[in-house]
């Protein structure tokens, strides 16, 4: 009886596998699946979940050449040329965009060359974003970066092997680059109107999850992979109408190393245009805005979104207003000898893309009156989010700049005893 009984439990445990197990799962796996599943079975695992897996064989991404772990380094590496031979107009979109230059941004910091190896090539700091794909672990080059050798690659947001649509179009697939220090994103848009109202709607209701947008509604409209926004990343443009606000940019421009400190362009500005990071026309500029207006207006007036946009401007010049005047106090420590010129450092200024690596506290927390509080001040104002904006932005920022007054005083008051 007992017999009977274990046979029925196995026929029916067996029944239900076929029942819920795809067809597909059940052919023959392939040379690759049957290596894999044993010395890295979550990547088999994940690659058969995905639809790909449907269409799609290891060889088509990772070539023919390795056939067993004699020849691993044969394997090829899939690149965004890989991607787009079926995908050509998100691959096209994307190579337009901003994010396949995050490459840009390291070279064009002078200090980057001296971190740690681990921390760029091996992707635990500012690697681990910017050049996610394009080198490994040795810090070899990938075919990825043989192919385009300034950007990120699509598996950043489509996570191998699934490489699902449905999880890259999600918020929280933005949140690894996206969030703390100076671009804490997903805080202040989790945090806003926008955010809990979408993620609330996300738990109770999943299908009325649109009723608020998300990251991708406003920087991927339908689907488009081309990420841009009209101010950037520095929140910098040119030219710029108000006069006054043109004099504290200049300053900020002559903190960044774009202009000298008499105020002519130097190489800096090059790597500026190649990386997108300011709109440099005003036809550039309104155009990049006119998409997210004509975004916004799909839900609020035209009213109140000029009135927003207005305000969240304004905050980035009240931003700069007190940078400026911080960039201004820490170039007269240099003009007056006070601060010494670092060997490498092209100009007797704060070059505010060194980031931590200067000798001084005022630079210190001029680095974080910049890429910490600046950041948040205007961000903040544009993802809807006033807290951020101000207490994380530009209150903090009237502390740095209170600071950095009292300490270019006690500085001015020390080297005058010498």
């Known amino acids: 009886m007992r017999t009977l009984k274990r046979l029925s439990s196995m026929l029916i445990g067996a029944i239900a596998c076929l029942t819920l197990v795809p067809a597909l799962a059940l052919a023959k796996p392939s040379n690759c699946e049957t290596c894999h599943a044993k010395i890295s079975p979550k990547m088999v695992q994940d690659f058969n979940r995905g639809k790909m897996s449907k269409s799609l064989s290891c060889e088509a991404c990772h070539g023919t050449a390795h056939t067993s772990e004699k020849d691993v380094a044969k394997a090829q590496l899939p690149t965004i ?50 050049t996610l794909g394009l080198v490994d672990a040795k810090g070899r080059e990938t075919e990825a970066r043989k192919y385009y050798k300034y950007g990120m690659d699509c598996q950043n947001c489509h996570t191998r092997h699934a490489f699902s649509k449905a999880e890259a179009n999600e918020p929280e697939a933005c949140q690894t680059c996206h969030m703390g220090f100076d671009h804490p994103q997903w805080e202040m848009w989790s945090g806003s109107k926008h955010g809990t109202a979408y993620l609330t709607n996300r738990a109770i209701n999943p299908g009325a999850k649109n009723r608020a947008p998300k990251c991708q509604t406003c920087h991927m409209p339908n689907g488009n992979h081309r990420v841009m926004s009209a101010w950037g990343f520095l929140a910098v443009r040119l030219p710029e109408a108000d006069a006054e606000w043109m004099g504290y940019r200049a300053t900020i421009l002559k903190g960044m190393g774009v202009l000298d400190p008499a105020g002519k362009p130097t190489g800096r500005l090059d790597v500026v245009k190649a990386g997108k990071v300011a709109r440099l026309t005003k036809e550039e500029f309104d155009k990049e805005r006119g998409k997210y207006v004509a975004i916004c207006q799909q839900c609020h007036s035209p009213n109140f979104v000029k009135e927003n946009f207005k305000n969240a401007d304004q905050m980035g010049k009240e931003a700069d207003k007190l940078f400026s005047e911080a960039i201004s106090i820490v170039g007269d420590l240099y003009h007056q000898g006070i601060i010494k010129q670092k060997a490498g450092q092209p100009y007797a200024y704060p070059d505010l893309l060194t980031f931590y690596d200067v000798d001084t506290k005022i630079e210190q927390t001029l680095y974080e009156m910049f890429m ?28 740095d700049l209170t600071e950095i007054r009292e300490m270019a005083e006690d500085m001015k008051k020390k080297a005058s005893k010498k």
């Open 81 to 130: 040329a890989t991607c787009k031979q079926c995908h050509p107009d998100q691959a096209n979109q994307y190579m337009d965009g901003k994010h396949v230059l995050g490459q840009v941004a390291l070279d064009a910091m002078p200090r980057s060359p001296h971190q740690p190896k681990a921390f760029m090539a091996g992707q635990k700091g500012c690697g681990g974003c910017h």
């Open 372 to 399: 910490d509080h600046r950041m948040k001040t205007f961000q903040g104002a544009f993802h809807m989010n006033p807290d951020y904006t101000t207490w994380y932005g530009y209150a903090k920022m009237k502390k």
